[in-house]
């Protein structure tokens, strides 16, 4: 008889983080099928249909690890030029991100560094990163532009990030941010830049199907309210996707701006109130929040996570890697870094970078070990899963599996 299954994982523990049952949908000794790139059955090793030899042609015995589905980035800028490593080590003796912003070093910085550098630069040093990332459960990642603010170096921030999925076998939704700062040279003509975002640069990038979706930073040292949304209606006209840097120095109403405009995520939110909140929950827009960048900014206002539980807003986490406010590349170091700052339990911060992450992507194909979705997994070496959340700096992850194939992030091509 034909084996029914490409691979079958026994000796598992899986957290399938389906919720409504155990704490994360946990099921031990479990087992796990894929067929096609896709979970095919999964659930207690006892219950198999029939002799497990039988049913795959391949048969892995976790050892008794941990599986959880390959966790999803929804939150980054890991494709930029040069580092920033001289802006640390000025923060680090004091000085604020709103004065590095106003003092030209900042974002512009790293602009200036990303125009320089050509497209095989970028891609190298980004790979880099998105190894790091992979080899410790990543398997879906968001990849912005935003460091090039000229239509050239937005659209070439755009096509690395589209290699960076290709070359690296995951996946990879990018995410169009020429909207991050108004570049020097229309410093006295905003106006005229935000033009060039609506009338040039989305229009290119969705004729040309670079990005997946349109962000803005919406902020006192950004782009207005006003700016934003004029932003985001250009979006929408071209029919991309919405999100928005919300709210993260002030209550500029950014939240309330994303959820008007029905966009899949509002990121930051340390400063958002009651309203914002409220209009997130009825637009259905995720609170994506980002630990990394309260930590690297020795921030002191934590994101409203009572008011998010209690308006329901699902909320994800993301390592925001970038190189001026969050150089972090992991994802188990953002789920300690919520739980510790912020009282995120584990299992929300799981969910947070699973199921959750997955919405604010808008995938509906992963998130959660269940019977048809994409069976990306990734491995651990914990004794159960709030460990993840656990340790700090520790490698836990055992390995990933994208689309039902062990994938070794350091011998992909490239
Ligand atoms: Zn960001």
């Given at each position: ?39 095919a059955w999964l659930g207690p090793r006892a219950e198999l249909p029939q002799a497990e030899q039988t049913l795959a042609a391949r048969i892995v015995d976790a050892g008794g690890r941990w599986i959880t589905p390959g966790l999803i980035d929804p939150h980054t800028h890991v494709v930029f030029g040069g580092d920033r490593i001289a802006d640390f080590t000025r923060r680090v003796a004091g000085e604020s991100y709103v004065d590095a912003a106003q003092g030209g070093s900042g974002i512009a910085f790293t602009v200036a560094q990303t ?300």
């Open positions: 008889m034909m084996p029914s299954y490409d691979t079958l994982w026994v000796n598992a523990r899986l957290a399938t983080m389906t919720p409504g049952g155990a704490p994360y949908g946990a099921i031990e000794d479990g087992a796990l099928a894929a067929r096609d790139g896709a979970i125009r320089a550098a050509d497209e095989a630069t970028l891609f190298a040093a980004a790979a880099a990163r998105v190894r790091t990332m992979i080899a410790s459960g990543t398997t879906t990642l968001e990849v912005k532009s935003g460091y090039g603010l000229d239509v050239e170096t937005e659209l070439r921030l755009l096509r690395v990030g589209r290699r960076l999925g290709d070359v690296l076998g995951i996946t990879v939704r990018t995410t169009y941010l020429g909207a991050h700062t108004i570049p020097a040279e229309y410093a006295d003509r905003r106006s005229a830049y935000v033009d060039l975002v609506c009338t040039t640069m989305i229009p290119r990038v969705a004729r040309e199907r670079l990005a997946d979706a349109v962000d803005v930073f919406c902020e006192t040292i950004a782009f207005t309210p006003a700016e934003s949304a004029r932003i985001l209606a250009a979006a929408r006209v071209n029919e991309l996707a919405v999100k928005v840097h919300a709210d993260q120095i002030a209550d500029s109403g950014g939240a309330a701006l994303a959820a008007a405009h029905a966009a899949l995520s509002a990121d930051h939110l340390e400063h958002t109130g009651p309203g914002g909140v409220a209009a997130l929950a009825t637009a259905g827009t995720v609170a994506v929040l980002l630990p990394g960048a309260y930590h690297y900014l020795r921030e002191t206002v934590a994101p409203p996570l009572d008011l998010l539980r209690a308006q329901r807003v699902p909320f994800a986490l993301a390592t925001d890697c970038n190189p001026g406010t969050s150089p972090v590349c992991t994802l188990p170091t953002a789920l300690n870094l919520a739980c510790v700052y912020w009282g995120v339990t584990p299992e929300e911060a799981l969910t947070g970078v699973t199921r959750n992450a997955a919405r604010a992507l808008g995938l509906g194909d992963r998130g959660e070990l269940r019977v048809g979705a994409r069976c990306d997994l990734a491995l651990w070496d914990v004794a159960q899963p709030a460990e993840l959340c656990y340790w700090l700096g520790a490698h836990r992850c055992a390995g990933v599996v994208v689309a039902g194939r062990e994938l070794d992030p350091y011998r992909s091509a490239g």
